[in-house]
């Protein structure tokens, strides 16, 4: 065995990431999952709508727009839970 010395380590050098703002964030998670933002956009008119109708007497109108609106949230939260399942299986191929 020769006892020369040890062969120079080289560093590894670490992966560099973009600065990422909040608008291209949203434009990024809107593209991977555009059902989450129509979801959310949906459930806000509804509510706004809903609460309209309740300012103006409309009980019957009102009363179906709250439960419109439910039907909405549940929309989104189904939207999110897809887009995690989606991308983790993509992550596994």
């Not at 991977?32 to 509804?46: A, I, K, Q, R, S």
């Not at 309209?52 to 419109?68: D, Y």
């Not at 939207?79 to 991308?87: E, I, L, Y």
Request: net charge positive; charged share 20%; proline share 10%.
């Amino acid at each position: 065995m020769a006892a020369g010395p040890p062969p120079p380590l080289d560093p590894i050098p670490l992966p560099t990431f973009t600065e990422e703002g909040f608008a291209e964030k949203f434009l990024r998670k809107t593209r991977e999952n555009p059902m989450v933002p129509l979801g959310c956009l949906c459930t806000v008119g509804v509510l706004a709508y809903g609460v309209i109708c309740f300012k103006k007497g409309n009980t019957r109108r009102s009363q179906l727009m709250m439960r419109a609106r439910v039907v909405a949230q549940g929309f989104t939260i189904a939207s999110v839970v897809g887009g995690m399942m989606a991308t983790a299986i993509k992550s596994r191929q």
